[in-house]
């Protein structure tokens, strides 16, 4: 990561330049052309050589400080952390809303009930998610080996591993907890899961950081982020906290805060905070998802973040810097993760799309072959991985992880394949094991003609 130029001090400039910047005023906005909210640190590069730079860019702040609101969270040396909407943050905040309300429509699909969902959805995207997330840290593990491994539950076998088990059961905690309000117990339990089985020196799971040694650094070595002392460190968590559980409706005299930007603003915060000596980024998504799943935005149990972060982390580290470093300002961080989620809503159309090709395609194949009323969707994908994998084993642990459904659900499926005689139950230690017939596509074939022999 380059390091960040610090802006002109504003006062000084304008105390020094003040006809410069009145001038550069009818020239400068907020954004610039493409409406785009720039750092000091590319703004300097892109005026050009004969502008003057410093009037640019009091100019900018002069505009900017109209529509910049204040938020009840402060940096220690008293100074509020601050934010704005502007033009294409309020784009993608539309997109974010029409997800849910009332239907998923973008691109001709509807995603109104939860029986919809389970239809198209039926594979979480939590797993990628929580790979993703693991591998922003560093993790090593294919994305295929950590799949296999949440789906069968085996345990892990290295720290790379750990981390995607961990952020796995993460997830499912922010998703579990997201009727909860925001506390000091359910961010450590969080950072708990994060880090449970770690083998890093001085991480303690769910226990906050007791010294002032940890800090953010460069690839070079060089700090840029000192956290807040470990000894103020409670009591703005539970600022944080108050922050998370009141009400930013707009109503009554209230600030508004859109849902989104108030959860994109806990993520900053967790990591700024950086109250652990290690899983900060982990624990500060999983806040992230819990807030965005509480609001009722339900698409972001499937959409990942993660994944597209980690295709770009300088500029993931970079939103951090620019709003520490520009007056607290959040909205740096704002507009690029926002730009994140504009991303990730694409990547999770394209899946919606993309599932409900199969479950039509898979829905005809059964109808075709005369089981159409007699399996459900998920009945359906396990009768066509038997038929094309004969010898594969399924367990309920496993078909209940593929599919997010509980076990005895999962369970129910497979006997319902073993009555057809598609599967053949056999015990593993304590474990109770589907095995998919070598002869499972005659058994199937001569139990859909002693069906229709019935019906005539």
């Keep these: 990561m380059a390091k960040i130029q610090q802006p002109p001090d504003f006062s000084k400039v304008f105390k020094e330049k003040t006809s410069a910047v009145v001038a550069a005023m009818s020239h400068y906005g ?32 002069l505009a900017r400080s109209g529509l910049l609101k204040s938020l009840p969270l402060k940096a220690e040396d008293g100074r ?21 309300a009332p239907a998923l429509k973008e691109g001709g699909l509807e995603l109104s009930n939860q029986s919809e969902r389970e239809q198209y959805l039926v594979e979480t995207l939590m797993m990628d998610e929580a790979i993703s997330s693991a591998q922003l840290e560093g993790a090593a593990t294919t994305r295929q080996i950590a799949r296999d491994m949440l789906i069968r539950e085996r345990r892990p076998r290295n720290e790379d591993e750990r981390m995607i088990f961990n952020n796995y059961l993460l997830m499912k905690e922010a998703k579990r907890a997201s009727e909860e309000l925001l506390s000091l117990e359910l961010i450590f339990r969080f950072h708990e899961l994060a880090t449970s089985g770690t083998l890093q020196d001085g991480v303690v799971p769910g226990e906050p950081r007791q010294t002032d040694d940890i800090v953010v650094v460069d690839r070079d ?58 899983g900060n980024g982990r624990t500060a998504r999983a806040v992230f998802y819990w807030y965005m799943l509480k609001a009722g935005y339900w698409p972001f149990e499937y959409i990942s973040i993660s994944s597209l972060l980690k295709e770009a982390p300088i500029q993931y580290g970079e939103a951090y810097l620019f709003s520490e470093t520009d007056g607290l300002d959040l909205t740096y ?46 009945q359906g994908q396990l009768l066509r991985q038997a038929l094309k994998n004969p010898g594969t084993s399924f367990t309920a642990k496993e078909v209940k992880n593929l599919f997010d459904v509980s076990e005895n659900t999962a369970r129910s499926d497979l006997q319902r394949l073993e009555k057809m005689q598609i599967l053949a139950p056999y015990k593993v230690g304590k474990t109770m094991e589907f095995l998919a017939r070598a002869d499972a596509a005659e ?13 005539s």
């Design 30 to 61: 907020a954004v610039d052309a493409k409406g785009r909210y720039m750092h000091w640190h590319d703004l300097r590069r892109r005026l050009p050589a004969a502008e003057d730079k410093e009037a640019a860019w009091a100019a900018i702040k």
């Design 80 to 100: 509020s952390f601050q934010f704005c909407t502007i033009d294409a943050a309020e784009s993608v905040l539309h997109r974010i809303d029409r997800l849910c």
């Design 221 to 278: 070595g060089d700090v840029v982020h000192r956290p807040p002392t470990a000894e103020a460190l409670l009591g703005r968590l539970k600022a944080l906290c108050r922050f998370a559980n009141a009400t930013h409706d707009g109503r009554d005299g209230r600030a508004f805060i859109h849902p989104a930007v108030k959860a994109v603003i806990l993520h900053f915060m967790v990591g700024y905070e950086h109250p652990f000596a290690d």
């Design 333 to 378: 961080f704002i507009v690029y993760q926002l730009a994140v989620i504009q991303r990730a809503i694409d990547t999770f159309l394209e899946y919606v799309e993309t599932k409900r090709r199969e479950y039509l395609e898979l829905i005809a194949w059964l109808t075709e072959i005369g089981i159409g009323d007699r399996l459900n969707y998920r």
């Design 443 to 455: 058994r199937l074939k001569a139990e859909l003609g002693r069906s229709r022999r019935r019906r």
